[in-house]
């Protein structure tokens, strides 16, 4: 296959991959991919991140491999790459809880030496101030005999017991089955 062969490839499986999607999501992640044929039945997509790689990694592998097997009829495997900046691959040699300190800098040359230093990571508790303060509430609260709200089921948990009664109403009028004539109430 040729590039011209391939790149046309490549556009018809995001035309078909797109009627599968929302717009918005299509724009957002399938568009900007590009991918190629490579031997062995794989496709190589390039994703612009890291995190746009497991994005479609994790929800839209199982398009690309459903549309291939549609205009081809065989199996295809889905490799996800991208390529990392300069900024990433020295950030992931890095250490978050070390810091840079310059040591010499000479004003002439743009040459900016640094040293590495271990920086301890605070744990960050609650102040003095802010426990009794909340203790002061919880006292004045208790001593006006004040219940707190009762916040109750939530929408969720009010959706699902209804829909529950709608089941459980329906199997009720249903007399279908193998055993219903034999427990049925008189």
């Not at 291939?68 to 992931?92: A, M």
Request: charged content about 30%; overall charge positive.
């Amino acid at each position: 296959m040729d590039k011209d062969e391939a790149q046309l490839f490549w556009e018809i499986v995001i035309q078909m991959i797109q009627q599968r999607l929302s717009k918005p999501m299509h724009d957002t992640w399938i568009a900007p991919l590009t991918g190629q044929i490579v031997e062995d039945n794989t496709i190589v997509i390039n994703a612009a991140s890291k995190f746009a790689r497991e994005w479609i990694v994790e929800r839209y592998e199982h398009h690309f491999i459903t549309v291939l097997k549609e205009l081809t009829g065989q199996d295809f495997k889905v490799q996800v790459t991208y390529s990392q900046t300069k900024e990433e691959r020295k950030e992931s040699d890095s250490c978050p809880s070390i810091r840079k300190e310059v040591i010499n800098a000479n004003e002439d040359s743009n040459q900016v030496k640094y040293k590495k230093v271990s920086v301890k990571i605070p744990i960050i508790t609650p102040s003095n101030h802010s426990i009794r303060l909340r203790r002061e509430n919880e006292r004045i609260t208790r001593s006006l005999n004040l219940h707190l709200a009762d916040s109750g089921p939530s929408n969720a948990e009010k959706r699902l017991y209804v829909r529950n009664e709608k089941i459980r109403t329906k199997l009720k009028s249903q007399d279908t089955g193998i055993f219903s004539s034999l427990f049925r109430c008189k």
